[in-house]
């Protein structure tokens, strides 16, 4: 059974910075591309950052492009996100998730991840960022 677990949230003041972390089990983690989704209240859930299982390739949206990183180590079955200069409108749940087929980057025309190919799903760590 896969089990997804997120760590690492909390409240930050705008400006600041927190890590991310997310352990995965139950599946081979060196063959799965990871990402990090993230949804504000009221709003649908989006794909902040991606990562092959190698760590080669990487994705970020736009809006987070300079500020945070991903990372993984393998041996450690663990995916991480240091997210600097935090807003205050990236208060929100913070997900980790698996896609659903081992051995494969993200396939949409956009480039963006999409979430119906990420098969398994932490439960989500609260990022809160404060004005």
């Known amino acids: 059974q896969v089990q997804v677990v997120e760590s690492g949230g909390g409240l930050v003041q705008a400006g600041g910075s927190l890590r991310l972390s997310c352990t995965a089990s139950?599946?081979?983690?060196?063959?799965?591309?990871m990402g990090w989704f993230r949804q504000a209240p009221g709003k649908e859930r989006e794909g902040v950052s991606c990562?092959?299982?190698?760590?080669?390739?990487?994705y970020y949206a736009d809006s987070v492009k300079g500020r945070f990183t991903i990372s993984r180590d393998n041996s450690k079955n663990t995916l991480y996100l240091q997210m600097n200069s935090l807003k205050f409108e990236e208060t929100a749940m913070y997900y980790c998730?698996?896609?659903?087929?081992?051995?494969?980057?993200?396939?949409?025309?956009?480039?963006?991840?999409?979430?119906?190919?990420?098969?398994?799903w932490g439960q989500g760590t609260q990022v809160t960022v404060s004005s």
């Open positions: 998730a698996a896609r659903r087929k081992s051995l494969t980057w993200l396939t949409s025309s956009s480039g963006r991840p999409v979430e119906a190919d990420f098969g398994y």
């Open positions: 139950g599946l081979t983690f060196g063959t799965y591309t």
């Open positions: 990562i092959s299982w190698s760590g080669s390739r990487t």
